[in-house]
């Protein structure tokens, strides 16, 4: 067997109709469904990815969604016989409905007299055929993580199969799977999710049944499954992408979801729908309100491992004199977020973001009962969203909380003996607050007084041994010389090496 013939089915007008679906929170979301021969028709050889061209010709409820051969493209037959079964290639300059496709290697050849043909040839790689039409080439493959592909679909994840025999060379090819079609609404969105409401199952391994040239999937318990499909990319506004699905019904609906500046968007369609084999699932651009932090609110992005068990979320405030309040966290909806209020009673310095155990109402520290993961001390003057990147680990983003902080780096003269530090405000009234180490980093934090203020201060080394702060011999060791607080931005005050008292140093921005 020299040469097969591959011939197209792409002439399946659409039939097009309008579900209108009730919207929930913040989305407003009309999908048309279309029913048509999805565009599948494109592959990649040894790896390199050629070009995939879909069209549209016709307008209104003619116009039809087709595919073409475009560059070098391959196809994997089997005869039930030969192992993994026969690569077979055609290169054309331009689109095409149909190939003639030869044997890529032609050290062994195909002896059967029956073909099933497999499309694209590289992803076919692990199928498996026994000859037997009535029975399912086994353990295709269709990734959760599909590669992004404007105006198309990932090459490598629109599979399509057919089947002939020795007296008839042509191979009508037809779709096993289902499109999602989406507009990214947005810039700065970087990642796209597809899923079913109750966990069906749309991608990983399968097998297809052929079934008379209307394909069935098939699944297996013993092969990995996937519930969701996706895209990540930094995308722009206006593009268009399809993802590659298994058909299934939706017996509660789906969720589209989108990821813009590191929050995730989510719409719920909540009604049964069915996708059948080579229907496209044409969403018109989702629109949803953007998300904007509110003033004066602590925001927690919790990662898979912090969501499991269904476990909820306190904040748990500091002050630098050990003055402290728990707070609970909320969910906010259409995102993943969690907030919660900044009290204002306190001039809180810094917080401890933590996952508790929901079968207790009241916060604390008892692990398990009560806590069951935290951060570490956390500063809020460096943003106002806190993502979990890891059980204890996280990292900022958006604006601070408090911008009226002041750091203190002492030299090496200061540091010695254990010194603690403290802050002297003045020139509005008095006040002493005591200075911390948040981070460990060298660098001792302090807010500045919300009740008045204060336009000048005062660095103090103070004795470890004592807790109250004053100018009192035994109480404080040194001091810096009366300060203006800067009002251009600087807010870290550097103490010059090799000096104690009053010796000198130099404002600038942390």
């Known amino acids: 067997m020299k040469k097969i013939l591959f011939l197209t089915a792409v002439t399946i007008l659409a039939a097009v109709s309008c579900n209108k679906i009730d919207d929930e929170g913040a989305t407003t979301f009309e999908p048309v469904f279309e029913p048509s021969n999805v565009p599948s028709f494109v592959a990649s050889v040894d790896g390199a990815p050629t070009k995939t061209v879909i069209g549209v010709e016709g307008e209104g409820e003619n116009a039809v969604t087709k595919s073409y051969w475009n560059g070098t493209e391959s196809i994997r037959v089997f005869d039930g016989k030969l192992a993994n079964g026969k690569v077979y290639t055609a290169t054309v300059e331009e689109k095409v409905e149909s190939a003639e496709f030869v044997e890529e290697n032609t050290q062994s050849s195909l ?14 790689g692990s199928v498996t055929w026994d000859g037997k039409i009535a029975n399912p ?11 992004p592909t404007k105006d198309s679909y990932d090459p490598a994840t629109h599979i399509a199969v057919a089947y002939t025999t020795s007296e008839n060379l042509s191979l009508e090819f037809k779709n096993v799977v289902s499109l999602v079609k989406l507009e990214i609404p ?10 079913g409401n109750s966990g069906e199952i749309i991608a990983g391994n399968f097998d297809v049944k052929y079934n008379d040239g209307d394909p069935i999937v098939v699944h297996n318990d013993n092969y990995t499954h996937y519930t969701d499909v996706h895209i990540k990319k930094n995308f722009t506004q206006g593009e268009v992408y399809y993802l590659s699905m298994l058909p299934t019904t939706f017996k509660k609906g789906f969720t589209i979801e989108f990821v813009m500046d590191g929050v995730k968007y989510i719409k719920k369609i909540n009604s049964e729908f069915t996708v059948k084999r080579s229907e496209i699932i044409a969403l018109p651009k989702v629109e949803f309100e953007k ?10 992005k919790p990662n898979d491992d912090w969501k499991s068990n269904d476990a909820r979320f306190a904040a748990y405030f500091y002050d630098a004199a ?3 309040k728990w707070v609970d966290m909320t969910h906010v909806a259409n995102t993943y977020l969690y907030k919660c209020t900044v009290p204002t009673d306190k001039d809180y310095l810094g917080v401890v973001l933590c996952r508790m155990n929901p079968s207790s109402k009241t916060n604390g520290w008892t692990q398990d009962t ?47 003996s254990n010194a603690r530090f403290a802050a002297y405000f003045f020139g509005n009234g008095e006040t002493w607050v005591n200075m911390k180490d948040v981070n460990l980093d060298g660098y001792y934090e302090v807010r500045r007084p919300t009740a008045k203020n204060y336009p000048n201060v005062i660095f ?26 800067p009002t251009n931005g600087n807010n870290l005050y550097t103490v010059k090496e090799g000096t104690w008292d009053k010796g000198g140093g130099t404002w600038s921005k942390k």
């Open 186 to 195: 947005y810039n700065n969105i970087t990642e796209v999710y597809f899923y």
């Open 322 to 324: 050990g003055v402290s």
């Open 111 to 124: 002896t059967g007299t029956a073909y099933f043909a497999a499309y694209p040839a590289t992803p076919a």
């Open 460 to 485: 103090g080394r103070m004795n470890p041994a004592t807790s109250a702060n004053n100018f009192n011999d035994g109480v404080k060791w040194n001091q810096t010389g009366d300060l203006t607080i």
């Open 370 to 416: 009560q806590l069951w993961n935290k951060t570490g001390d956390q500063l809020l003057c460096i943003g106002n969203q806190f993502e979990i990147t890891g059980w204890e680990a996280g990292k900022w983003s958006g604006t601070a909380i408090y911008t009226d902080y002041l750091f203190l780096k002492p030299n090496s003269n200061w540091t010695q």
């Open 291 to 300: 998300f904007t932090p509110a003033s004066g609110c602590l925001y927690l």
């Open 137 to 147: 080439a086994k353990n295709f493959w269709l990734p959760a993580e599909q590669t």
